[in-house]
Each structure stands twice: as structure tokens, then as C-alpha cells.
């Protein structure tokens, strides 16, 4: 398993937007943690098949523990609608390192445990320091043109990353935008 540090789980509610009841509340979990970046620190890296693992890894930690925390709100996995994923790399790695985490092998996990997900898991990367934010795009699951679901969600630690550590996190939604009305032309 990945050296993780630290972790942070939030949960957003939305109950009432412009003044109206949101029923059900749409709902969004963010899941964020700190781990140790293996490879810090060295030379240009050809193989990133240890952080690609890391990934792989990191998300199967993050999506049972953003699933518990939807399961205390009445969440079961297949009510998810929405997903997303971003990273940040401390200053001793590379912006490549985000990317091996993210995209080869994180994907597998989260479909797995919410039921299925036929669509790319919107994502985005950045090198940063210390309480470095990065807001990450959310998407439907099984259609990236549902327009409903096309939302983002911000996350940060304040103590992370590292020079020596990736901030890798997921965000999970249901029930898209509260209230969404955007059409797509024609429709």
C-alpha cells in the first residue's frame, strides 16, 4: 500500500439553492490524501511503473473511503453520477509523476467499487507546495455530454504536498448541479 500521511474526507450537502429545496440534495465527496512520492528528488525517471502502482493503489484506498462516507449520507455506490480526479506534485518530483498516478491505472479501481463508469475520469495536475489547491473537474460517468453533471470540486491540505509527496485526490457526486437547467443546443 501506498505511505499515506494524511487524509482528508469532506462531504458536501446541497439543500436549498436560490432559494428553493434541492430534493434529493445533491451531494459531492471529496477524498484527498498525502502520500510519499517514491521517486522524489531523482533524475529524469524513464519507467513510472512504481507510480502508475501508486495509483492504482491510492485509488482503490480513496474510493471505499469516499464511499463510506456517502453511505452515512443513505449513498449507495450505484447513485453515483459524477466523478473526478486531480494531483499535485511537491517540488522534488514532476509534473509527469501526476500523471503516471493518475491515468493508466486509477480509473479501474474506482469503477469497480461504484458499478461501472463507461467514460474518461476528468482529471487535472499541477506541481505545487504546501496548501496548494486544485480544483478538479467533475463529469458523468457513463456520458461526458451529460451536461447536468458538469461541475467541479476545489480541495486542498495545508500542510501538503511536500517536496517529497503527491496530493492525489477523487471527487464523487449525485445529483449534478443543484437545480440544472443548461441545455445542449437543440435538445
Given amino acids: 500500500m501506498a505511505d499515506i500521511r494524511t487524509l482528508s474526507v469532506t462531504l458536501l450537502e446541497v439543500h436549498r439553492e436560490s432559494g428553493t429545496?434541492?430534493?434529493?440534495?445533491?451531494?459531492?465527496?471529496?477524498?484527498?490524501?498525502?502520500?510519499?512520492?517514491?521517486?522524489?528528488?531523482?533524475?529524469?525517471?524513464?519507467?513510472?511503473?512504481?507510480?502508475?502502482?501508486?495509483?492504482?493503489?491510492?485509488?482503490?484506498?480513496?474510493?471505499?473511503?469516499?464511499?463510506?462516507?456517502?453511505?452515512s449520507a443513505g449513498v449507495t455506490p450505484d447513485q453515483v453520477r459524477g466523478y473526478g480526479k486531480g494531483a499535485i506534485v511537491g517540488t522534488d518530483g514532476e509534473l509527469e509523476h501526476t500523471a503516471a498516478v493518475l491515468h493508466p491505472r486509477f480509473g479501474a479501481p474506482v469503477r469497480a467499487a461504484i458499478g461501472g463508469g463507461t467514460d474518461i475520469i476528468p482529471g487535472t495536475k499541477k506541481v505545487g507546495v504546501p496548501g496548494s489547491t486544485i480544483t478538479m473537474p467533475i463529469?458523468?460517468?457513463?456520458?461526458?455530454?451529460?451536461?447536468?453533471?458538469?461541475?467541479?470540486?476545489?480541495?486542498?491540505?495545508?500542510?501538503?504536498?511536500?517536496?517529497?509527496?503527491?496530493?492525489?485526490?477523487?471527487?464523487?457526486?449525485?445529483g449534478g448541479r443543484p437545480h440544472a437547467r443548461v441545455q445542449k443546443p437543440g435538445a
Avoid: C
Avoid at 151 to 167: F, K, Q, W
Fill in 21 to 71: 429545496a434541492v430534493t434529493p440534495p445533491t451531494r459531492k465527496v471529496v477524498a484527498t490524501a498525502a502520500v510519499a512520492n517514491p521517486i522524489a528528488g531523482q533524475p529524469l525517471v524513464a519507467d513510472l511503473g512504481e507510480l502508475e502502482q501508486l495509483g492504482a493503489d491510492v485509488a482503490s484506498y480513496l474510493v471505499q473511503r469516499a464511499l463510506e462516507v456517502l453511505a
Fill in 139 to 174: 463529469g458523468n460517468k457513463d456520458d461526458r455530454w451529460v451536461f447536468d453533471d458538469m461541475d467541479a470540486a476545489e480541495t486542498s491540505l495545508p500542510d501538503a504536498p511536500r517536496a517529497d509527496e503527491i496530493v492525489i485526490s477523487l471527487v464523487l457526486s449525485t
